[in-house]
Structures are given as structure tokens and as C-alpha cells.
T-cell receptor, first 115, second 114 residues
């Protein structure tokens, strides 16, 4: 079975500061990795995904993430955050083979950007 | 574009009542799923479907039933509601069962069970 651990439940930062949201996963097989964002009272939207190839993936709104297989991590970064980035961020994992058609989410990290 | 449409957006039930949360997508997606979101718990998969006539259990299936008679619709049934089912429910769909693409979410249905 796969699982995801988001190491920080809340991350407060000041506007224009850099931010890193941490995600570790566990799986016995190869994985696909995702970051989703949820703005208040809305559904989730895809920020970026890692399927294969380059371990550094770029997403929307200036976010990027790096897949590190040896550390089983997929941390999300942004060099300079804006007030509008305030939202909850979810890391998710699915198995890349077989018949496991399940996307497993972490518990989320609430990013609060202060002026 | 309608995308994934969930109804109702809000519902209050009494313990023991039954109800159905509706989900429809107009993107011809083969994969559909239901999640519940609770504070501090993230999203947990209830049931999913990889095509019409095919459903399977997720992480927290107890107390919920689903069916998939058409590609477009994937209703979630609560047969006898319990306070523990108070939650926000999200329906999501994807064009591929292998989930290599984006999972498109509805806006959610907030359910309160008294």
C-alpha cells in the first residue's frame, strides 16, 4: 500500500519570501507524484506532477518540485510567494503499474502568506 | 464547460436517514471517484470506478454504496446516515484509470448528520 506524509500541517511565511512544503511517500513499487492546491471553499486543482524523466518538475503559478527517489521525497518550492498563494496544499501518490487505481493524498499543509 | 458537477452543495440529515449525492461529468472520463475531506485528515478515498459497470472500494468504504450505470454519472449513496459521516464530499474524474493525468474535482458537497 502507498502512503504520503506531509511533514508540516501549517506553514506561515511573509510575502516575497521563499517557501518549501515537504512531502515524503512510501510505496513498494514505482510511483507517480502530484501536488494539488485547494483555495477556500473550492475543489482541488493540479499544480504539477511527476510521472518519469527529469526529477525537477515545474508547475503553474511559479511552483516547482523535485523528485528524490533515494529519500522518497517530493518537496514543493516557490522562490517568492504572493498573498494569493494562501491555500491548502496536498501531496498525492499513485502506483505507476498494476491494477492499483487509487490516488492517495497526504493530510495537507496550510500555507498562509502574510503581508 | 461544466466539468464535474455535484449536487446538492449543502445537506443536513438526521441519523438514520438515507440520501444520494449526485456527481456528473461531461468530459467522457472513464475514471470517477469519491473522496471525503475532514479537518486534519486530508482527502480519503471512499469508492472509485474505472468505467461503466465497474466499481471498487477505496480506503473508507463502510456506510457508502456506489454504482456506475453510465460513463457520466457516479452517485454516492448513504443508506443510514451517522454523525461520523459529517464531512465534505468531493467527486473527481480523470481521463485515464492509471491517473497519469489531472484529477478534476467538483466543488464539493457539505453534509451534516445530526
Amino acid at each position: 500500500a502507498q502512503s504520503v506524509t506531509q511533514l508540516d500541517s501549517q506553514v506561515p511565511v511573509f510575502e516575497e519570501a521563499p517557501v518549501e512544503l515537504r512531502c515524503n511517500y512510501s510505496s513498494s513499487v514505482s510511483v507517480y507524484l502530484f501536488w494539488y492546491v485547494q483555495y477556500p471553499n473550492q475543489g482541488l486543482q493540479l499544480l504539477l506532477k511527476y510521472l518519469s524523466g527529469s526529477t525537477l518538475v515545474k508547475g503553474i503559478n511559479g511552483f516547482e518540485a523535485e523528485f528524490n527517489k533515494s529519500q522518497t521525497s517530493f518537496h514543493l518550492r516557490k522562490p517568492s510567494v504572493h498573498i494569493s498563494d494562501t491555500a491548502e496544499y496536498f501531496c498525492a501518490v499513485s502506483n505507476s503499474g498494476g491494477s492499483n487505481y487509487k490516488l492517495t493524498f497526504g493530510k495537507g499543509t496550510l500555507l498562509t502568506v502574510n503581508p | 464547460n461544466a466539468g464535474v458537477t455535484q449536487t446538492p452543495k449543502f445537506q443536513v440529515l438526521k441519523t438514520g436517514q438515507s440520501m444520494t449525492l449526485q456527481c456528473a461529468q461531461d468530459m467522457n472520463h472513464e475514471y470517477m471517484s469519491w473522496y471525503r475531506q475532514d479537518p486534519g485528515m486530508g482527502l480519503r478515498l471512499i469508492h472509485y470506478s474505472v468505467g461503466a459497470g465497474i466499481t471498487d472500494q477505496g480506503e473508507v468504504p463502510n456506510g457508502y454504496n456506489v454504482s456506475r450505470s453510465t460513463t457520466e454519472d457516479f452517485p454516492l449513496r448513504l443508506l443510514s446516515a451517522a454523525p461520523s459521516q459529517t464531512s465534505v464530499y468531493f467527486c473527481a474524474s480523470s481521463s485515464t484509470r492509471l491517473l497519469t493525468g489531472e484529477l478534476f474535482f467538483g466543488e464539493g458537497s457539505r453534509l451534516t448528520v445530526l
